[in-house]
């Protein structure tokens, strides 16, 4: 009983409660804005470094593999701490969601790249052979393949995202986890952090789960 | 620039390696062409120069129906004229059959849908796949994509059609259909230039029939002439053993 009134605390969880819904609204909005703005990001990246003048290619190159080294956290704390040094000062919630999605856009240009490198090369060439332009070639030809190649890891890297949203709190940002702690530190009770984490997983199990569906059945060969 | 299609000292290098080492031809509008040879005597890299797969050195010129192959604009009125049908299909999977052959004509031709419907339907009728106009591609036989592949290229109306190797990828008993095609096609007046290991084809079809080897055109002349007459020993060789085989 020590427990269960430690960790899940009824009472505890009914009084906080409508905290942590606000903050997993503020969670749900920067995960999906940071992940649709990267996706954005990474496509872009995707297309310079495969096909713009080589110089302009290594700039795309430096930039992805230095957001993929940079560790998040570290990011996150330049954009939000140090910026306003240089005049650039934004709210804990944009500070995130710069920061996600300067991060995912480089990985996602990388799944990108992947998709379409994977693409036959006689489908450009049949492409071209027709007249096809170079947007046409993309938008018609290549990109509705390679977005079918990308779907699974796209939906991982979007997993990430949504976790790693759970960093922003070290900004003040008043995302799930940190409603979570403030409501723990309220209440002298850790059962909303147990509630918080619930949450999380509840989120993205589906999700989890349907990445691994679409592995096992390209893994399967089927289409 | 005699041709219709006018190839002049057209020379290709990949790295080092001189894949094709001066070529001139001329060839006539309407006229059909069969490229025959060993492997890697360079007939693909040939007809690739033609809508410029394949980029060639600057000394080298090929010109199209007066317009001379080269990067920028006038690539894409060459590529919008010419036509090409690959030993691999190429067709498009996420799209249906009557899709792929609507698709550069809408898009390049500016065809409303109803136009390029109607085009598509028409063209498949001809080849023959009209009954599997909503089916993709995965789902027809090699044959079929390849006559599928035929009329896509034919949906850009084009003046030259090139063929590399198109029946080297099909099973035994589907080679003829696309043949029949082919030989249709032929009698239409459009220029054709055909890569082919098929020498029956190329003996009843062909106007003038050339033989690579090295890099190099070696001897050309009437489907009469080399396949019962070939004077390079390079010809006679190949003949033989391709004829005996
Ligand atoms: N992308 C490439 N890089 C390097 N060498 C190449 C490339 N493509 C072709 N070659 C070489 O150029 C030569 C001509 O090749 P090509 O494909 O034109 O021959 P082909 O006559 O079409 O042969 P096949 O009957 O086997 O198709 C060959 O020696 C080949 O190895
Ligand atoms: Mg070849």
């Known amino acids: 009983m020590e427990i269960i009134d430690t960790f899940f605390n009824v009472e505890v969880l009914l009084r906080t409660y409508p905290l942590m819904l606000k903050g997993l609204w503020i969670t749900i909005k920067l995960g999906v804005v940071s992940i649709i703005a990267g996706l954005a990001l990474g496509l872009v990246l995707a297309l310079i470094r495969l096909y713009a003048a080589p110089p302009v290619q290594l700039l795309a190159r430096i930039y992805i593999d230095v957001f993929r080294s940079l560790p998040l956290l570290v990011l996150l704390i330049i954009v939000y701490y140090a910026l306003p040094f240089v005049g650039i000062s934004m709210s804990s919630f944009w500070s995130a969601m710069v920061a996600l999605t300067l991060v995912s856009g480089a990985y996602t240009a990388e799944i990108f790249r992947a998709g379409i490198q994977a693409i036959p090369k006689g489908q450009f060439e049949a492409s071209q052979a027709l007249g096809l332009g170079y947007r046409h070639m993309m938008v018609d030809v290549i990109l509705p393949q390679a977005v079918k190649i990308v779907i699974p890891p796209l939906t991982n890297n979007s997993i990430n995202v949504v976790k790693d949203t759970a960093l922003a709190s070290v900004v003040a940002m008043p995302d799930l986890l940190k409603q979570a702690t403030q409501a723990q530190a309220l209440a002298a009770n850790p059962s909303p952090l147990i509630l918080a984490a619930a949450i999380y997983v509840t989120i993205l199990w589906p999700l989890v789960a349907a990445v691994s569906r679409m592995e096992r059945r390209i893994g399967a060969g089927e289409r | 620039m005699d041709g219709f299609v006018s190839i002049r000292n057209l020379q290709k290098f990949y790295g080092e390696f001189r894949a094709l080492k001066g070529i001139n031809l001329d060839i006539a509008e309407g006229e059909v062409i069969c490229i025959v040879g060993p492997s890697g005597s360079g007939k693909s890299t040939l007809i690739r120069c033609i809508n410029r797969l394949e980029s060639f050195e600057d000394t080298s010129e090929i010109v199209v129906d007066g317009i001379p192959v080269m990067p920028g604009k006038s690539l894409a009125k060459v590529r919008a004229e010419v036509g090409m049908v690959f030993q691999s299909f190429n067709l498009f999977p996420h799209l249906t059959v009557r899709r792929n052959v609507m698709l550069a004509p809408s898009r390049v031709r500016g065809l409303s849908t109803t136009e390029a419907t109607d085009r598509a339907n028409f063209l498949l009728e001809r080849v023959g796949i009209s009954e599997q106009a909503d089916k993709y591609p995965e789902h027809l036989s090699g044959g079929q994509q390849q006559r599928v592949a035929?009329?896509?290229?034919?949906?850009?109306?084009?003046?030259?059609?090139?063929?590399?190797?198109?029946?080297?990828?099909?099973?035994?008993?589907?080679?003829?259909?696309?043949?029949?095609?082919?030989?249709?096609?032929?009698?239409?007046?459009?220029?054709?230039?055909?890569?082919?290991?098929?020498?029956?084809?190329?003996?009843?079809?062909?106007?003038?029939?050339?033989f690579m080897d090295g890099g190099e055109v070696i001897e050309t002349g009437k489907p009469d002439e080399i396949f019962s007459n070939p004077k390079e020993p390079r010809t006679q060789n190949f003949l033989s053993a391709v004829l005996n085989h």
Request: proline fraction near 5%; avoid cysteine; charged fraction near 25%.
């Open chain 2, 150 to 210: 035929i009329a896509r290229a034919l949906a850009m109306e084009p003046r030259v059609m090139l063929f590399d190797e198109p029946t080297s990828a099909l099973d035994p008993e589907m080679v003829g259909e696309v043949l029949d095609v082919m030989k249709d096609l032929a009698g239409t007046g459009v220029t054709m230039i055909v890569v082919t290991h098929e020498m029956g084809f190329a003996r009843q079809v062909a106007d003038r029939v050339i």
